[in-house]
């Protein structure tokens, strides 16, 4: 039996095969073979969000896609609804979370569903990052931002 | 608006309704309202595993499903393949992975794609348990058991 460390040793398994892989966790909420991407590409409905994509866009086949969010201080994601599910299990530091008439607090190893179509958004006050799994059905419908009115004091 | 601390102290939110939930990580990996159950009915193929489902047993809607497992020290679960797919992320401890002819060492953090027919079993030698998120689809095959022989040596 071979023994190797990392599945992904294997080019092949960055440029989109459906095979097994793994992306090591290098410390610091960093994994081998994941970059950091923008949250949303338009602005104003967020702030200091980041998103790494650890299955889902490289040829894996299951109706899921398992992403990993980080939230700097101050910062939150967009307050909005959409018909798919949620997902969160918490990763790093602690933060807030509004899910309907609700608001959260969440710190490692919470686990949240959000049912569809319910208002929700994350958001960090600490120092350090708010960092979270979030889960998702492959085939998913666009989020509906919602305008902030009465709802900016929830945040 | 009203602050809540957990969704599920709503009943019905553990009564099978597809409404958003709330499973606060009570420390040392046990949740609210989430209840460890065995791995698997029949016995022979695994040892010292425990189950928890988060998403997919009460009424969610999701097309996957979201299980925390933990292996004891010793222990392993079954060495099997089939043809849905994993995506395990660790939690707690440090274990091992065979995944195909490879063998891996995994610890906090790190994340695994296991593609769909690929023989897969994880253990653990360490004193603490090992635990892991494991996603999966809702509908998806049962798991076929490798008979030992050959393979025994890779535990």
């Not at 460390?5 to 090591?24: C, H, M, R, V, Y």
């Not at 949250?39 to 040829?59: A, I, L, M, P, Q």
Request: contains cysteine.
């Amino acid at each position: 039996m071979k023994l190797v460390e990392d599945l992904t040793n294997d080019p092949a398994g960055l440029s989109g095969a459906n095979i097994s892989k793994f992306f090591q966790h290098l410390g610091n909420f960093d994994w081998n073979h994941i970059k950091a991407t923008r949250y949303k590409d338009e602005e104003g409905s967020w702030k200091g969000v980041s998103r790494r994509v650890f299955t889902g866009e490289t040829g894996e086949s299951p109706q899921f896609h398992v992403r990993y969010f980080e939230i700097d201080k101050d910062g939150y994601s967009t307050l909005e609804h959409h018909q798919h599910e949620h997902v969160v299990v918490v990763m790093r530091g602690q933060g807030h979370a509004i899910v309907g008439e609700r608001r959260l607090e969440l710190k490692f190893g919470d686990v949240l569903y959000v049912a569809p179509n319910e208002i929700h958004q994350f958001s960090n006050g600490k120092e350090e990052p708010f960092g979270f799994l979030c889960i998702v059905n492959a085939d998913r419908d666009r989020p509906v931002p919602v305008e902030l009115g009465a709802e900016s004091s929830c945040r």
